[in-house]
């Protein structure tokens, strides 16, 4: 009977042996592109071509990184951050992204901005499995775990967006009468159907409805016709040369409606100035990101560390541009998110975690607006804050607002 | 001066290359068909789908190389042929959901209509003024597949998301590799049809419009026919191009045929020598490497160095890889010699 006894002790042990480290193990894993001091992080953007003003974002984040290696890295282990040029052209992004994964060797490709370039490389990285985190753009199209799942948004989508501006709406001005002029094209469309489904109900508000293409030299027509029908609410969902157009147009035929524009063509260099600052007076639009050259925000302690790693980071970017805040946002969610990681750093925890991001709020979000994600939800930032143009910039008015998109 | 002696008097545009300059030896030949029918076995996936690039970049240079070695005629609008191939092949898989090698013939036919047709004004302009016209129509193309009535078959700009075809018959191959044999059988079958097209007679009435149009109509070339006839070919090769590129890279949107497709052609067919065939391949390896050489040596001036290179390549060897090849050619002589 000892006998058996000792056997069972022993057993005992040697389970107990097995089990931890059995878990010991089980907390280091790795997929290709992790290991026990670096982390390969894919990134494409446009550096050349037209719109290579985003490259400023890559540039941004790749600073980001330098600064978490300086720090130790994130649980001991350094960011490689390998960044390559996709000049906004869909073929090279797959080619580009093939590279990272096939030849690099990359754990995630994040933040690949544009929405061509990411249905481009979509398909291809679900069927690889590997991690297409963070997509930098405004299609809710990403936030489809269902048919996607290796495939994860980061800003507010399009949508999100819509639904806000018609609960503002139904809020304040109930009585409303809303006309909408839109780009005719996946951006306008997006938004209009977050409109439509934000109203739900009452979507008799929307009077009138009118769409302009990206070709058309002026929109003036569209304009008068929608004076016409008597709105006293305009959405304008425009890109910015139309969004100016569209202010200047209303004070011209002294069309006294309350104008919401688009968060896209806010910019008060490319909007607010060319319209006339006294023609854009009361425009309301809403955000989700502070503005580093706004005074408010000099205390903010937030910002205070955003400005400090500019100055020794990435001292000649320009502090006013929403591109650079926007890559310090978007740097570190990912640095949040392979912090809570830890140790499995397999591409199956790395969406896992992913979509368990519970109230995390990035030092570039406004007060209150909080990253949320679960198993169903790919969208992390879903809420924005109204503003208002006043004087020479905007001011931040009332709750923050969500947007949620639901399924 | 008459209007006709002006005519004649003029340079031609393009320089006169005796068609037998316009291949490669039996020998060579066969050195560079085996090294990519063995190449892919011993790489990454990721090469190998470079490489099926090459080839079908190589077609749409080649089609261009048709076009302006053999028939003098300058097109900038070869980006416009290659996204209608492109969109035909998807449209009809996606929609039709016919088998991708079908909808490459489906490609060639459209094209070529799309190519003769606007192969009239050509008969009008010549020179710089032609490669404005195609100009025009390479920077109309992005914007027309946004129309409206097509918007429901093109998909916008969203474009369409493209099936990518498994081996047939279970063959143990990756999809990457069934693709490049598919594209390597499809380039050598062109590329043998280009070089007997211009031996032919045919061949014969593009280059002699070429040398000297008024000439050629003399010696009874109906130089209206075979003016048209050559931009037909050349769109069609194109064509199947844009196919093969459309499954290769499964996405087709209108931001990947902007004119900058349409300039990289044309300086493939100038990096790889004019109106020399086999050059075509070099050419569509230059647009594909260089630009990621010049990202690698500097992200923020990748363009300035890619005008370095590309400076360089015209400068030391203004006849791109012909002249490469013919150097080398000598060389070898003489070793044979010693």
């Not at chain 1, 809303?178 to 977050?194: E, I, P, R, T």
């Amino acid at each position: 009977m000892p006998a058996s006894r000792w056997t069972a002790a022993f057993g005992a042990a040697v389970a107990a042996f097995v089990f931890t480290s059995g878990t010991a193990l089980a907390q280091k894993k790795y997929d290709t592109g992790a290991t026990d001091t670096e982390i390969k992080v894919g990134h494409i953007v446009p550096y050349s071509g037209p719109a290579s003003a985003y490259g400023i974002i890559g540039k941004t984040e790749e600073a980001f990184f330098k600064m978490i290696n300086d720090n130790g890295g994130i649980n001991g282990r350094k960011i490689k951050f390998i960044s390559y040029d996709d000049a906004y052209s869909p073929p090279k992004a797959v080619e580009q992204v093939r590279k990272l994964v096939e030849s690099d060797e990359v754990l995630v490709v994040f933040n690949p901005l544009g929405t061509p370039s990411n249905t481009a490389i979509q398909k291809y990285l679900n069927s690889k499995k590997v991690p297409q985190l963070f997509v930098a753009t405004g299609a809710t199209k990403w936030n489809d775990p269902q048919h996607f799942p290796w495939t994860i948004g980061w800003q507010p989508s399009y949508q999100s967006e819509g639904r806000i501006y018609a609960k503002y709406l139904m809020k304040e001005k109930p009585d409303a009468k809303v006309a909408v002029l839109y780009q005719n094209d996946d951006f306008g469309k997006d938004y209009l159907k977050g409109l439509k489904d934000g109203f739900g109900a009452k979507a008799s508000m929307i009077v009138a409805e009118e769409s302009y293409e990206i070709s058309e030299p002026t929109i003036d027509n569209h304009i008068v016709k929608l004076k016409a029908s008597g709105a006293d609410v305009l959405i304008s969902i425009t890109t910015p040369k139309f969004a100016a157009q569209t202010i200047k147009k209303m004070a011209e035929i002294d069309w006294k409606a309350l104008q919401i524009v688009a968060n896209v063509s806010t910019s008060v260099g490319a909007v607010m100035r060319p319209a006339g600052f006294e023609n854009g007076q009361g425009v309301l639009s809403a955000h989700y990101a502070k503005d580093a050259g706004d005074a408010q925000w000099h205390d903010d302690p937030g910002i205070k560390k955003f400005l400090a790693f500019l100055d020794k980071y990435y001292p000649d970017a320009d502090r006013h541009n929403s591109q650079v805040i926007y890559g310090y946002g978007a740097a570190q969610t990912l640095t949040k998110m392979l912090e809570m990681c830890g140790d499995d750093l397999t591409r199956a925890n790395i969406m896992k975690q992913a979509a368990s991001l519970k109230d995390f709020a990035t030092d570039t979000l406004l007060p209150g607006i909080k990253m949320n994600t679960s198993a169903t939800d790919f969208a992390p930032i879903e809420q924005l804050q109204m503003m208002r143009f006043k004087g020479e910039k905007w001011d931040m008015f009332g709750d923050v607002i969500s947007g949620e998109v639901g399924h | 001066m008459s209007a006709a002696e002006e005519v004649v008097t003029e340079a031609p545009a393009v320089e006169a290359v005796p068609k037998r300059a316009m291949t490669l030896g039996l020998g060579t030949s066969l050195v560079v068909l085996a090294a990519l029918v063995i190449g892919p076995l011993f790489v990454k996936n990721f090469i190998i789908f470079q490489m099926t690039q090459i080839l079908y970049l190589g077609l749409a240079v080649l089609a261009l190389n048709i076009l302006t070695g053999g028939s003098g005629q300058f097109s900038l609008g070869q980006s416009a042929f290659y996204a209608v191939g492109a969109y035909t092949s998807a449209v009809l898989m996606e929609y039709a959901g016919m088998n991708y090698v079908l909808t490459l013939p489906i490609a060639a036919v459209i094209c070529f209509a799309f190519g003769f047709i606007f192969g009239q004004p050509a008969l009008r302009l010549s020179g710089v003024y032609l490669a404005l016209a195609t100009f025009a129509l390479a920077v109309a193309m992005p914007q027309l597949l946004k129309l409206h009535f097509v918007e429901h078959w093109t998909g916008g700009v969203q474009g369409l998301v493209v099936t990518k075809p498994d081996a047939p018959f279970g063959l143990p191959m990756s999809q990457d590799m069934w693709l490049y044999y598919f594209t390597l059988v499809i380039t050598i079958g062109i590329y043998i049809a280009s070089i007997n097209l211009l031996r032919s007679r045919s061949g014969r009435a593009f280059m002699a419009i070429r040398d000297n149009e008024i000439a050629a109509s003399a010696m009874g070339i109906n130089v209206a026919l075979y003016k048209t006839l050559a931009f037909g070919v050349s769109a069609a090769i194109t064509g199947v191009a844009g196919g093969l590129g459309a499954i290769a890279v499964q996405f087709v949107a209108p931001d990947s045929f902007t004119i900058n497709l349409a300039i990289q052609l044309f300086l493939g067919m100038v990096v790889g020598g004019v109106g020399w065939l086999p050059g075509s391949i070099v050419g569509s390896a230059f647009i594909i490497f260089v630009p990621n050489i010049a990202e690698s040596i500097s992200k923020g001036l990748s363009g300035a160095v890619f005008g370095v290179l590309l400076f360089l390549v015209i400068f030391l060897v203004p006849h791109g890889a012909r002249q490469v090849a013919m150097i080398a050619q000598q060389l070898l002589g003489k070793l044979k010699k010693n």
